[in-house]
């Protein structure tokens, strides 16, 4: 069974400051990674995913993340966030081909503070 | 192509009644999913089509829910006689498993603006 952890269920950050948003993995086999940003009232949308070559990730809106295998960790940063960057985020996993479940982290509150 | 749309937004409705929700997928996305979101949780997932045949379904889809996908196309996803705990927020999902088009990533799921689900 595949599962995600998301520590923080909320990060409090000052505009252009830098952030980082944490997410753990848990997968006997190899996966797929996800960040998803969810707006309220809103669905999600994908901001970056991982499949396979390099660990560095980039996506939309400035943020990139950081596969590491050896900590199966896949944590989103940005470098300067913006007020518009105000959001639910949401990492996930999935395993390759054969089945299609997205296992989903219970996603951190982005909320950064003018 | 407008992405996924979901009808209705919202639905507010008594115990014990039935609900229908409808997701239209991206065109030409062979791929469909449902899944189900409740405060302050991540989407779990309900179910899966491949064309019209659902290939994966989740524990949490009981009985008084089912799923269909009749012509490949759009879907449903019914709830009989619903339950307070029944409320949330209902997201289709859809994706292809071809080569993609440029425009939308092969094997990677783009959600539609989900469906609220209030049960009183």
């Known amino acids: 069974a595949q599962s995600v952890t998301q520590l923080d269920s909320q990060v409090p950050v000052f505009e252009e400051a830098p952030v980082e948003l944490r997410c753990n993995y848990s997968s006997s086999v190899s996966v797929y990674l996800f960040w998803y940003v969810q707006y309220p009232n809103q669905g999600l949308q994908l901001l970056l995913k991982?499949?396979?070559?390099?660990?560095l990730v980039k996506g939309i809106n400035g943020f990139e993340a950081e596969f590491n295998k050896s900590q199966t960790s896949f944590h989103l940063r940005k470098p300067s966030v913006h007020i518009s960057d105000t959001a639910e985020y949401f990492c996930?996993?999935?395993?390759?081909?054969?089945?299609?479940?997205?296992?989903f982290g219970t996603g951190t509150k982005l909320q950064v503070i003018p | 192509d407008t992405g996924v749309s979901q009808d209705p937004r919202h639905k507010i409705t008594k115990r014990g009644q039935n609900v229908t929700f409808r997701c239209d997928p991206i065109s030409e996305h062979n791929r469909l999913y449902w899944y189900r979101q409740t405060l302050g949780q991540g989407p779990e997932f309900l179910t899966y089509?491949?064309?019209?045949?659902?290939?994966?379904k989740s524990r949490l889809l009981s009985d008084r829910f089912s799923a269909e996908r009749p012509k490949g196309s759009f879907s449903t996803l019914e709830i009989q006689r619903t339950e307070q705990g029944d409320s949330a927020m209902y997201l289709c999902?859809?994706?292809?498993?071809?080569?993609?088009?440029?425009?939308?990533?092969?094997?990677?799921?783009?959600f539609g603006p989900g469906t609220r689900l209030t049960v009183l």
């Open positions: 999902a859809s994706s292809s498993s071809g080569t993609g088009d440029g425009v939308y990533l092969v094997d990677t799921q783009y």
């Open positions: 991982y499949l396979s070559g390099s660990t």
């Open positions: 089509f491949q064309n019209e045949a659902q290939l994966e």
């Open positions: 996930a996993v999935k395993h390759p081909g054969g089945y299609q479940k997205v296992t």
